[in-house]
């Protein structure tokens, strides 16, 4: 089955530190994908990153960085010199493969980060 | 435009009411998806509807009925629903090829029931 786990609640950290988000996930597939997603206050679930089972190649984008570790499950995700507009609920998640039809994404628990002034 | 709308932003029912959640977009996108979300939970799929046809239900209460007029729309009719139903509720989009590519989500229904 799969299992997306995130162990931090929540996070509280003061602008300009640098800050991790740890996501473990479960599947028995081979081909899979991994996201992560951000949700401010005002509710919307904001894209932030896709990768596929394939790829472990690290990615950087602005000041998000991200670290893909098949050997022990993990897609960590860290921002540089916080802000506080970085302020919100960052969730990973896991989708199974799959060609044919609407399958679905499942959501980990969700990480609360709070950047203080 | 690659937006999915939703309205209305904030509802508030009471348990004797019919209402309608209403989702549009406009990317061709062919899955369109309902998720509920209570606070301080991840969001959970409720319905998913592939190329206009219902292709999963997760074992959702029949209080909840959706409906998919056509590829760019997505309702979610309410009716009798309870207090624990309230709840932030989420439609999604995809490309035909479900998943893989991710969702985009609207910015949801807040949804509170007398």
């Known amino acids: 089955a799969q299992k997306v786990t995130q162990a931090q609640t929540e996070i509280s950290v003061v602008e300009k530190e640098d800050v991790t988000l740890d996501c473990v996930y479960e599947?028995?597939?081979?081909?899979?994908?991994l996201f992560w997603y951000k949700q401010p206050p005002s509710g919307e679930l904001v894209f932030l990153i896709r990768?596929?089972?394939?790829?472990?190649q690290n990615e950087i984008s602005g000041r998000y960085s991200w670290n893909f570790q098949k050997s022990t499950s993990s897609f960590n995700f860290t921002i540089t010199a916080s802000q506080v507009v970085d302020s919100a609920v960052y969730f990973c998640?896991?989708?199974?493969?799959?060609?044919?039809?609407?399958?679905?994404?499942?959501f980990g628990s969700g990480t609360r980060l709070s950047i203080r002034p | 435009d690659t937006e999915v709308t939703q309205t209305p932003k904030h509802l508030v029912m009471g348990m004797t009411n019919k209402k309608s959640l209403k989702c549009e977009q406009h990317?061709?996108?062919?899955?369109m998806y309902w998720y509920k979300q209570k606070a301080k939970k991840p969001p959970e799929l409720m319905f998913v509807?592939?190329?206009?046809?219902?292709?999963i239900n997760e074992s959702v209460p029949s209080r909840f009925s959706p409906e998919c007029p056509n590829s760019s729309l997505l309702n979610l009719h309410l009716h009798a629903l309870q207090p624990e139903d309230s709840a932030l509720y989420l439609c999604?989009?995809?490309?035909?090829?479900?998943?893989?590519?991710?969702?985009?989500f609207g910015s949801g229904t807040r949804l509170t029931v007398v």
């Open positions: 999604a989009s995809s490309q035909e090829d479900s998943s893989n590519y991710g969702y985009t």
């Open positions: 599947t028995r597939d081979t081909t899979y994908y």
């Open positions: 990768r596929n089972s394939f790829d472990e």
């Open positions: 998640a896991l989708s199974e493969a799959r060609y044919s039809s609407a399958s679905k994404i499942i």
């Open positions: 990317m061709g996108h062919r899955a």
């Open positions: 509807y592939s190329y206009e046809k219902l292709s």
